[in-house]
């Protein structure tokens, strides 16, 4: 690469190809709206974004994953990825529980070096295990995790945390204990940086105020799934339980939930609904014939910067047009988040109104047409010249999947809680005192600042609003959310 | 990664160190750094010091949520500073010594020299960048550059605490400290100023400044490479600014 010298004198066709208007507000002493991401190597960066040629490697951690499902491969082979950055290149699986054979015996080939169990309690027995990820049926998450965390492990527990809120405060009341501990609620969306880049984005007024938000995840696709033995396939068929499941709208629409009342400000800025009214219909029986297909609920808001707005959200296992998104309507202009997923990177764009005020930028911003619609694309570099040359709203395989940021949050969080939980050990011991707590919590917010994600808080409030709208759409009622559902 | 100019330039890595009481080595020198066990406290310094005659007062270090430890560094783009809270360890004076600056004299002094013993250890990967963006890196780097894993702790101990006179009544005590510093495997003998502040009946304050180089203790001044700004070079010279808060043990 050629190297670019720092001079006074800038050459106006380089700085026209290296920088846009919002370095150059950057430069002046205004805010670039951009996210901490891999510059574009192949188009000669500007110097102020381009990365450091070594980054060292944070602590080592150990994991072991319980749940060898689906998603418990995804989560070995996502742990496996992260050793190829060089800053996560001490992970390693040293352990994987499953209580049937071949799904262990096959997830156990892609981490070699994994100790199978066939009983998690043998796992969490295992002194080398720092931190374990749960990602077994939902009803079953409860005494894992409390063991875990029992056991002094850091607790990876995905969403939603609990099938029944008892349980998901037993879990959100061992995490808030177990100060010495990472627990990370599932919550993927948390931690990705394009969610940190819209975050700002979004809460800073963009919108006006706010009007309605809309959000679906739409699939057509078959719950059901064969087994050899009826007794398997019950086990594996838990999602079609209705006394079990947690639906589409916790099984399936939890991230999304989580990510539009983050959005809206959360519990403490008005963004928690209080009443949530469902639908719901099972028109190909794609859940069995027990749990519906497709559901709709609209959540209400109390008093306060959304009384008002309404929370549209639709799902169904019937219909694949436009996938997921999220859709936030405001006076000033709408926002499209399209979450990422395994098949296309995270995406937003803004739609103005007319008589939006200007914003500068955006005469330079990139520009994707939607219908008879003009999306501005809200995505780091947008109004840079090469975010130009990229390909537009068309799917484009990402770099790194949501799930990836999210284990990456975890690994360093639990390595530096980890660190500074030994390092005060040996320095002034381990008893528990109100310096040893507050030394931590002061490591916790230093790590979060830098790896953000969804801790027993956020898990516990998303895992109550999906159980409560799946309540709500199986018995096509409008249910009350008060305060009360949500407090330990 | 992407990192704004400002974070880089503000940023950076580094160093060590350390800090302070006083004198006269009762046990030998530090070990000879290679076989410290890999652990933030060895030797004498967990909870206890290992014997406490009642001639002796003993002060611990004590945990703070504030910052114990500053270490600023220059670098080719922009100066750069770490701030850690943590540091651990013990300083043992002979019972019946006081810091009461009000005091025309301090009491204990033999040929102007205060005899104690102590053991101060600092956890490297305690001590954090201050840049608002990439501060993982930055440690990273600086923990990388120290050894960390060979060498999880930056150790001192004092070997002679030299009261300055005169002292002025109301002022701290001010010492000049000579002792032996140990960072990243390599032990050095070192000396700079320190005061001693009484905080009330059974708290001190040691603090200090001390200035030294990164390559007197084989840590090569990191210079990451920065495609498009070219080569970020550290200075070697790094100072080290403590303020170490110590209880005293109740017998």
Not at chain 1, 167 to 183: G, S, T
Request: hydrophobic content about 40%.
């Amino acid at each position: 690469m050629k190297k670019r010298k720092i001079s006074s004198v800038v050459d106006r066709r380089e700085f026209l190809k290296n920088t846009s208007v919002a370095t150059f507000m950057a430069m002046m002493g205004g805010v670039e709206l951009t996210e901490s991401r891999g510059a574009d190597i192949t188009n000669q960066p500007a110097a102020a974004e381009t990365p450091l040629t070594v980054i060292p490697a944070l602590q080592a951690v150990n994991f072991g994953v319980i749940g060898a499902g689906v998603w418990g491969r995804k989560i070995v082979n996502t742990l496996n990825l992260l050793k190829n950055d060089s800053q996560y290149k001490n992970t390693e699986v040293v352990a994987i529980c499953d209580t049937f054979p071949a799904w262990l015996d096959r997830a156990a080939k892609d981490a070699p070096k994994a100790e199978k169990f066939d009983d998690y309690k043998k796992l969490l027995a295992k002194p080398e295990v720092q931190a374990v990820v749960v990602a077994t049926p939902t009803h079953l998450h409860r005494d894992i995790v409390l063991d875990a965390l029992n056991a002094g492990k850091h607790v990876y527990c995905e969403a939603p945390l609990a099938q029944t809120i008892a349980d998901a405060k037993e879990i959100a009341r061992a995490a808030q204990k177990a100060f010495k501990q990472v627990f990370q609620a599932g919550l993927q969306e948390r931690s990705h940086p394009h969610r940190h880049f819209l975050w700002p984005f979004i809460r800073g007024g963009n919108l006006g105020s706010n009007v309605l938000v809309r959000a679906q995840w739409h699939k057509k696709s078959l719950w059901t799934r064969t087994a050899g033995t009826p007794a398997r396939a019950a086990e594996l068929n838990w999602r079609l339980q209705k006394n079990i499941s947690t639906g589409l709208m916790g099984e399936a629409c939890i991230h999304r939930l989580d990510a539009v009342t983050w959005f809206l400000g959360g519990h403490r800025l008005g963004g928690r609904p209080n009443s949530v009214t469902g639908f719901s219909s099972n028109i190909l029986q794609n859940a069995g014939p027990d749990v519906p297909d497709t559901v709709q609920c609209v959540f209400e808001f109390p008093e306060g910067p959304n009384s008002g707005v309404r929370f549209l959200f639709d799902a169904t296992l019937c219909n694949t047009f436009d996938s997921e998104y999220e859709m936030y309507y405001g006076t000033d202009s709408a926002i499209l988040v399209q979450p990422g997923n395994e098949a296309r990177d995270s995406k937003a764009w803004m739609f103005q109104e007319a008589d939006a005020p200007l914003i500068g930028w955006i005469v330079y911003a990139r520009k994707d047409a939607f219908g008879a619609e003009t999306g501005v694309s809200l995505v780091a570099d947008a109004s840079k010249q090469k975010s130009l040359t990229q390909k537009g709203n068309a799917d484009s395989a990402p770099q790194v999947e949501p799930i990836q940021y999210a284990l990456q949050a975890f690994t360093a969080n639990a390595g530096a809680i980890g660190g500074a939980v030994k390092d005060y050990a040996d320095l002034y011991g381990d008893a528990d005192t109100p310096e040893y707590r507050a030394n931590l919590a002061d490591a916790r917010k230093l790590a979060l600042s830098k790896h953000p994600a969804a801790g027993w808080e956020e898990g516990l409030e998303a895992t109550v609003l999906a159980i409560k709208a799946n309540e709500a759409a199986v018995l096509k009622q409008k249910i009350e959310l008060n305060n009360d559902l949500f407090q330990l | 990664m992407k990192k704004p100019v400002d974070s880089l330039i503000s940023s950076l890595l580094i160093v060590s160190l350390f800090l302070a009481g006083a004198c006269r080595l009762r046990a030998a020198e530090l070990p000879p750094a290679s076989s410290q066990p890999a652990s933030t406290a060895s030797t004498p310094a967990n909870n206890t010091s290992p014997a406490m005659p009642a001639t002796v007062a003993h002060y611990q270090g004590r945990p703070t949520t504030n910052v114990a430890v500053t270490i600023l560094g220059t670098s080719t783009f922009h100066d750069w500073d770490m701030k850690g809270t943590s540091i651990g360890g013990f300083v043992e004076f002979p019972a019946g010594v006081n810091f009461d600056t009000n005091q025309a004299a301090l009491p204990g002094l033999s040929n102007g020299i205060l005899p104690a013993t102590n053991w101060a250890t600092i956890p490297v990967r305690g001590i954090h960048s201050q840049v608002s963006v990439g501060a993982d890196i930055m440690d990273g780097l600086m923990q990388d550059a120290m050894k960390q894993a060979d060498h999880p702790a930056i150790q001192y101990k004092v070997t002679e605490l030299k009261l300055v006179q005169p002292h002025a009544a109301g002022q701290p005590f001010t010492f000049d400290a000579k002792g032996d510093l140990a960072i990243a495997g390599v032990t050095n003998s070192v000396s700079f100023p320190v005061t001693i502040t009484p905080l009330d009946k059974t708290r001190i304050q040691i603090s200090g400044t001390a200035k030294l180089k990164m390559t007197d203790y084989k840590v090569q001044p990191p210079a990451p490479s920065i495609a498009g700004l070219g080569v970020m070079k550290c200075g070697d010279e790094v100072t080290i600014i403590f303020d170490w808060i110590l209880l005293l043990r109740q017998q």
